[in-house]
T-cell receptor, first 113, second 112 residues
């Protein structure tokens, strides 16, 4: 079985500052990794994913995440956040079989002006 | 392109009343379908998933049930709602591979 730990439940940050949202996972097999974003009262949107290949993956809105197999981590980063990035962010993993995603508890990113 | 719909968007129901939430997917065939619940201030809880018509797997025991009468339709039901059923219900779909899931807009259920 897999487990996902998002180490920070809330991350307050000022606008234009850099941010890192941490995600660590535990699994006895290889996994695929995802970050989702949820704006208030909306469903989850896929932000980025790691399936294979380059360990650094990027989204279209400036976020990036790096898969670190030795540290079993998949931290999400953005060099300069905007007010509109305020949302809940979920890290998720799956071994691929059965398609079940295991989600972390979420991190609330609060961007202040 | 694929789209996923959920309705209603919001619902207020008294304790003991029945429930029916509907989810439909367009633009794909034979998707895997999922129901999640998100309680206030908490993470996602997988309730049910389905890999085909009439095939439902339950992840947690509860007074909810799910059905898949058509390939792209997934229904969440209850005969008698409890206060603890309040929450944000999300439907999602996926292909067999790759493995990401795509979520609907959600239904906010308040049981009074």
């Amino acid at each position: 079985a897999q487990s996902v730990t998002q180490l920070d439940s809330q991350v307050p940050v000022f606008e234009e500052a850099p941010v890192e949202l941490r995600c660590n996972y535990s699994s006895s097999v290889s996994v695929y990794l995802f970050w989702y974003v949820q704006y208030p009262n909306q469903g989850l949107q896929l932000l980025l994913k790691y399936l294979s290949g380059s360990t650094l993956v990027e989204s279209i809105n400036g976020f990036e995440a790096e898969f670190n197999k030795s540290q079993t981590s998949f931290h999400l980063r953005k060099p300069s956040v905007h007010i509109s990035d305020t949302a809940e962010y979920f890290c998720a993993v799956t071994p691929g079989r059965g398609n079940m995603l295991t989600f972390g508890g979420g991190t609330r990113l609060m961007v202040k002006p | 392109s694929q789209t996923i719909h959920q309705w209603p968007a919001t619902l207020v129901q008294p304790v003991g009343s029945p429930l029916s939430l509907e989810c439909t997917v367009e633009g794909t065939s034979n998707p895997n379908l999922y129901w999640y619940r998100q309680a206030a201030g908490r993470g996602l809880q997988l309730l049910f998933y389905s890999v085909g018509i009439g095939q439902i797997s339950s992840e947690v025991p509860q007074n909810l049930s799910a059905s898949r009468p058509q390939d792209r339709q997934f229904i969440l039901s209850s005969k008698k709602l409890l206060l603890s059923d309040s929450g944000f219900y999300l439907c999602a779909w996926s292909y067999s591979a790759p493995y990401e899931q795509y979520f609907g807009p959600g239904t906010r259920l308040t049981v009074t």
